[in-house]
């Protein structure tokens, strides 16, 4: 079989820092696009050659056809072997346990995460390092430098092959073995979780409803809920994964996880409610009436841990995003456990992962995990709660709320104003930056400043230094408001508030949120001058 090499030119759009590339379908179906960056991985990644490469994605429009390029790609450049999910379907903690179990070189996941899908909707593709996680800085940015240079790239002329059927096929030289995407994952699901005593809450009539939004978690929840736990068929919903996502936007929150969140709160409301995204790395968790935020779900998994086989014997420490609520700073510092506060992003908690510091980590935007992988995990956030329900025996509005009593409760808003004119974000960013100084000791309304400032992170393991990570004023109560702009957004700027007040009398753990922190987002609001500057009266998302 001989290599083709087909002459191209620069392209300069992979941005380092970033979760891979990401665009519309409309840009990757550009000649040579994801072609130029598929050979950048290979250029910069010279490893890739002798070990496995995981390939596979969440199924939307254009994995297919992309999965075939990869791979007479990969075949050209001398790769000798790659792991790819049937069907094209793996999803993104699959293909980082796959990567870690296998010990292959890399990965590449072709997604764009919770974006909507289809002929004119989004496209992406991300490579994933040998200890299962998204690229560092360096990785990405060695790549991006080799894509404003790129003149050829190697590929070969052999014709598609069935992605459906498991077993091992030749592409030129190069061995694919196709496996089922969610076996392994479903064993180390196994090993972590007590299915036994969540086989017994069934058993025992607990109903619960899995909504895979038509993402890719649907295989995954079907094997391992229905086939594996007995929950009744029809627990998992939306089940098959579909190109556009059934015209649906697979982000798990109480927008878009719409129908599943009215069920929740309706008359017939089952025991537990739980949601993933397009990938199947974000999750949200309901019981009946109840809505469990993704500050709190970190913190009454920490508080419960060892009653999930896997975190028994051993929980090393936590890590939570900036922006997100201090909840599980209260379990830490009560179980003796260090708590690290790292920059918005999961790429920062790979490296106390990797060494040790840390066994759990989440972030408030329905983000998840801990060191079985290296991304967060939707479904094992939800097998977590399961496994706490399966011991507890109680509802999640219960355990809550006793979680509540006995930490206090974290109060927590995020206001998000989308596609604000950027020069007026960065100007109201850079002005509250400059007011930092001065405020500690200052009273804002009845609030007194403890401390001020633009976070910056000193990663503890390699002292990396993030600069500009969002501002902070910390209040002498406990409560914080937080200002950042988004680094992911597509249109202007988007700018989040972040307001937290906590409240350790449980007289007052019933109250409305929004109502909770009314006076907090009154002075986040004035002190920012947020309608002034934007010109705009309430935010687009409240969280
Ligand atoms: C958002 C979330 C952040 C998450 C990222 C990728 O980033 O806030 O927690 O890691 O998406 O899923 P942002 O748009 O805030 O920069
Ligand atoms: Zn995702």
Redesign the pocket.
Known sequence: MSVETIATHPFKDQKPGT?GLRKKVKVFEQPHYLENFVQCVFDTQRELEDAPLVVGGDGRYYNREAIQKILRIAAANGCTRVLLGQGGIFSTPAVSHMIRKHNARGGLILSA??NPGGPDEDFGIKFNTPNGGPAPEKVTEAIYTASLHINRYHTLNTPDIDLNKTGTIFVGDMQVDIVDPVNDYADLMEDLFDFDKIRALFKSGFRMRFDAMHAVTGPYAREIIENRLGAPQGTVVNGIPLEDFGHGHPDPNLVYAKELADYLFGPDAPDFGAASDGDG??NMVLGRHFFVTPSDSLAVILANATLAPGYRAHLSGVAR?M?TSQAADRVAAKLGLSCYETP???KFFGNLLDANKITLCG???F?TGSNHVRE?DGLWAVLFWMNILAERRQSVAEIVREHWRTYGRNYYTRHDYEAVDSTAANSLVDTLRAATATLPGQQLGSYTVDYADDFRYIDPIDDSVSEKQGIRIGFKDGSRIVY??????TEGA?L?VYIEAYEPDPAKHDLDTQQALAALINIANSFAGIRERTGRNEPTVIT
Do not use: A, V
């Open positions: 979760s995460s919770h790395d974000r995003s922006p918005t992003g999961w972030e408030e935007s983000g967060k950042r702009l988004s680094g992911t957004g988007t989040r």
